[in-house]
């Protein structure tokens, strides 16, 4: 299914091309929870205000603590995501990851999810790898203060990223 199969019909507007390239977004674990403050996305449910009560309850399932990303940390997964596009052959626009959350901007030959969950992976070794480099003695999330004096850190290997939304850039942009 198309982005045109999405999208209404618009009758003084042409039929929209397939998406020139997808904006990936995705937050590190434990760091946007269901329930939170700020609002948050339910998968195939959209925007959710916030509930307390939901958020206490995805606390107390979490298995690790909350995953904040460090300068060395960030540039990795910057490069780890430059170097899978240009090994499939993907277009990287731009790429952005901040202590909390990553932002990518491409051009792919698959569902965007896919290509999401590729990078998530790759990213997930190569910081596993930068906790070996460093001996074991940082994990490779810092422990560092959160909000409201909150701690955050060890990073949960098998569930770092959890995805938060995709959208669809169309139209002659440029990148």
């Not at 959209?46 to 107390?60: S, T, Y």
């Not at 701690?151 to 290997?157: H, I, K, L, R």
């Amino acid at each position: 299914m198309g982005i045109q199969d999405q999208v209404p019909a618009r009758p003084h507007e042409p039929p929209m091309s397939e998406p020139l390239a997808v904006l990936l977004t995705w937050t590190t674990y434990g760091t946007w929870l269901p329930g939170d403050e700020r609002g948050w996305v339910e998968r195939g449910g959209g925007f959710q205000l916030p509930d307390p009560i939901r958020k206490r309850e995805a606390e107390a399932r979490m298995t690790e603590d909350a995953c904040v990303l460090d300068l060395e940390q960030r540039l990795l997964v910057e490069n780890t995501i430059t170097d899978h596009c240009r090994i499939r052959g993907w277009q990287l626009h731009i790429v952005n990851c901040r202590t909390n959350h990553v932002h990518a901007v491409v051009t792919v030959d698959r569902d965007p999810d896919e290509a999401r969950e590729q990078f998530k992976a790759w990213c997930t070794r190569h910081l596993k790898g930068l906790e070996r480099t460093r001996g074991g003695r940082n994990p490779p999330c810092e422990r560092n203060g959160g909000q409201n004096g909150e701690a955050s850190g060890a990073y949960g290997m098998n569930q770092a990223w959890r995805p938060r939304f995709n959208m669809y850039a169309t139209g002659n942009e440029a990148p």
